[in-house]
Each structure stands twice: as structure tokens, then as C-alpha cells.
């Protein structure tokens, strides 16, 4: 296995994580690509031009190349991509022709795997996908999508050569929503730069980032209904009594569905619980700088609605900090309840402080959470991750293809 073409149509492993679309499948491609570029797989990433100042060539390390390709105007809402798909397809399959050809796809989300699946039989190549979130399963927590997106990951599970699921769940949920073939779904969950996120002094955290000795709460991620921002200020809003010095910092940017009905409806509980002050709203920051913010943080909040795996989770665990999660899809896997931190079964603001308070009020036990949170985190690397699909890459390059 000597050259991997990824494809990553609707965002970039260069983009801001936490801004617009771009959230935890811009760090897996990059911090993936990354970790394979170093266990000598020359990658190239085959994004969508968005912006007319872009390279054509951005090279990010040696092996690790992103190419932009034109397909469709550059200001271009997520929801009209499907229509710039088969101008993508072109002119990924013409860079890959004049190049010479890459051993393998990988493609990353439904609109990549569209691409992905032509690519195959048009190139005679392998084809490796991963959906990051599936139709089905949003739609199972009220975020229905519409039936081409159904349609579309039925057609490229049916014809992928392995499909990648972070976790039993995930794989789970390809199997009974989609008929998946077991034996192609490989289970592959995503690492951690310990490098960067490992635990770290809390009251220097703090100091950097202008807090003081009172809980925070911390939420990171895209401002959209799926990631349940209104959850974690309702949270707030019910440990007023208890700890009315506690702030939660919300760390991330509106998504572009949904995201400035969620940020009113947030504006409106800090109006309606007189929260002003007590929550702060800091922009996307770049991915290695968020570990300053997990260790100033008391406890992690995750109440989304579904997550395929939960990267934030993982992370927020690695530098030590317990996590009150969703008890959804991959956070099953990435938050062992009463170990490193606790899983909420319902959406209800007051389930969600009530597993706050009791970490709050039990600095022995959050202490104990912390230690086995980093202690668990330190089994997730990029590198190892890596391995693994390069082993099932060069193995899949020997086998015929499957075909619809």
C-alpha cells in the first residue's frame, strides 16, 4: 500500500473545527492522514474549492497533500452539494488519471461516498467508507434528513469494499438500519494527539484563559440543535440554587442548518433564567488549543443527540476532566459510567445537573474520574488507528473488488 486518495467533498482538514460545517471529521482527516503520511502512505485529500483564493496544492507535511478541486460556485450551501457531486466526481477522477492512480479510496461522509462509489468503478479501485453520521440514525433522534441522503448511503454501504465503524454501536447501527454485510465493517475508533491533550495544572489553565476559582462547565462544539447547547444552559440554569457562581463556556461557532434558530433559543434561556455573565461564548479555536480548556473545565458537557463515536468526550477524558454525556451511539463506548464520568438517558436539563451537582459536590470522586478518564484515553492514538488501516488498506488491494 504505497498512495491513498481521500475524498472529503463538503469540508477540509485545513478548515477550523467548530466553524460553519467543520467539526470532528476535519480532525479525523487530518490527524488520520497525518498518522498514515508518517507510516508511509502518501495521502492526497480531495477537497471541494470553497473560497477562490485556495491553492490548487496545499502541501500539509511530506505524504499528506490537499488537493482543491472545482466543483460548483464557492459560496455554496451544504444543502445544494449533492447537485455539484458529479462535477466533483470529474475532476477528482482527472486529477487522479494525470497522476497516475492511488491504490485505494477512502471516502469521508454520504456526499464523498457518492463520489467514492463512481470513482470505483470508473478508476477499477478499492473503496473504503466512513459516514461519520448516518441518516438513519439523526432521524431516530429527531433530525430527519431527506430520503436522497438515505438513499445515497444505502448505495454506497451496498458496494464499499469495507465500511469503517468507530465503535460496536456504530457498527450495530449499520447492520440493522442499513443491512451493512458484517464481515465488511471494520471497527476502527479514532485516536487522541496525547501530545497535546493529557492532563495539565487546572489553576494555570484557568489564569490563561481569565477564570477563577468558581465550577465551569465546558461545551464544545457547532451551535446546532443536534449538539444540544440549550441542554447545557438549561443544566445551568437548575444548579442556580446550589452553585450560583457556576459558568459554563461554550467553545464553537453557529452550523449553517439550524444554527441561528439553536443560538436564539440559547439567547433566550440566558435571558429567561437571568444567566447573563455566567455563560461565555468563545469562537471556534484551533484543535490543539482546546486542551486549555478541558483542563480549566470542572466537568464536560455533551448532551447530543446522537454521536457516531464523541472525539470531544475522548479528548475532555485524555486531559483529565470527568464528562457528563448523552447516553447516545459512540459515547456508550467513550465514557465508561461511574468510571470516567457519567451517561444522562433523557434530554431533561435537570437530569443533566443532577449528574453535575453530584460531581460538583464530590471532588474525591471527580478526582477518581479524572485519573481514569486519562488512564483509558491513552488506549486511543492516531498512530495505532493508523496501523490498523493500513493493514486492512494493503489487504483490500489484494482482494477483488465487491461489486452492486
Avoid at 485556495?54 to 445544494?80: M, N, Q, S, W, Y
Avoid at 461519520?132 to 431516530?140: F, P, Q, S, Y
Avoid at 461554550?250 to 433559543?265: C, D, H, I, P, Q
Avoid at 469562537?283 to 480548556?293: A, I, N
Amino acid at each position: 500500500m504505497r498512495s491513498l486518495a481521500v475524498l472529503s467533498l463538503h469540508t477540509s482538514p485545513l478548515a477550523q473545527p467548530g466553524s460553519g460545517d467543520s467539526g470532528g471529521m476535519n480532525v479525523y482527516v487530518r490527524e488520520l492522514v497525518a498518522s498514515l503520511a508518517q507510516a508511509g502512505v502518501r495521502s492526497e485529500v480531495y477537497v471541494r474549492r470553497w473560497a477562490d483564493d485556495l491553492p490548487t496544492i496545499v502541501d500539509v507535511e511530506p505524504g499528506f497533500r490537499v488537493v482543491h478541486v472545482d466543483a460548483g460556485p464557492c459560496e455554496l450551501a451544504k444543502e445544494d452539494l449533492p447537485e455539484v457531486v458529479d462535477a466533483y466526481t470529474h475532476e477528482v477522477a482527472r486529477h487522479l488519471r494525470r497522476r497516475g492512480g492511488p491504490d485505494l479510496l477512502h471516502a469521508n461522509y454520504w456526499l464523498s461516498g457518492l463520489a467514492g462509489h463512481r470513482l470505483k468503478h470508473e478508476l477499477s479501485l478499492p473503496l473504503v467508507s466512513t459516514f461519520h453520521t448516518l441518516a438513519r440514525v439523526k432521524a431516530e433522534t429527531g433530525d430527519p434528513e431527506p430520503d436522497r441522503r438515505v438513499d445515497a448511503e444505502s448505495e454506497v454501504i451496498a458496494c464499499s469494499d469495507a465500511i469503517l465503524a468507530n465503535c460496536t454501536a456504530e457498527a450495530t447501527q449499520l447492520v440493522e438500519l442499513y443491512g451493512a454485510e458484517p464481515s465488511r465493517i471494520e471497527i476502527v475508533p479514532p485516536g487522541v494527539d496525547h501530545a497535546f491533550f493529557s492532563p495539565g495544572d487546572r489553576r494555570g489553565a484557568r489564569f490563561a484563559l481569565g477564570l477563577g476559582d468558581h465550577p465551569v462547565l465546558l461545551f464544545v462544539g457547532r451551535i446546532q440543535p443536534l449538539k444540544g447547547l440549550t441542554v447545557a444552559i438549561g443544566a445551568l440554569a437548575e444548579l442556580s440554587d446550589r452553585h450560583p457562581d457556576a459558568v459554563l463556556v461554550a467553545v464553537g461557532g453557529r452550523s449553517g442548518v439550524g444554527g441561528a434558530e439553536e443560538m436564539a433559543a440559547a439567547e433566550a434561556l440566558i435571558d429567561r433564567h437571568g444567566l447573563a455573565g455566567r455563560v461565555r461564548f468563545v469562537p471556534p479555536q484551533p484543535h490543539h488549543m482546546l486542551s486549555t480548556y478541558y483542563r480549566a473545565a470542572d466537568v464536560c458537557v455533551v448532551p447530543s443527540r446522537s454521536e457516531s463515536f464523541g472525539l470531544v468526550a475522548l479528548e475532555a477524558t485524555a486531559c483529565g476532566t470527568p464528562v457528563v454525556a448523552a447516553a447516545v451511539g459512540g459515547l456508550r463506548t467513550v465514557v465508561d459510567d461511574g468510571v470516567t464520568g457519567l451517561l444522562v438517558d433523557s434530554r431533561d436539563p435537570a437530569d443533566y445537573a443532577e449528574a453535575l451537582e453530584s460531581l460538583l459536590d464530590d471532588s474525591v470522586r471527580a478526582e477518581a474520574m479524572a485519573r481514569a478518564g486519562a488512564e483509558h484515553a491513552r488506549g486511543y492514538t492516531w498512530s495505532t488507528t493508523a496501523a490498523r488501516l493500513r493493514r486492512l488498506y494493503a489487504d483490500l488491494t489484494t482482494r477483488s473488488p465487491v461489486s452492486c
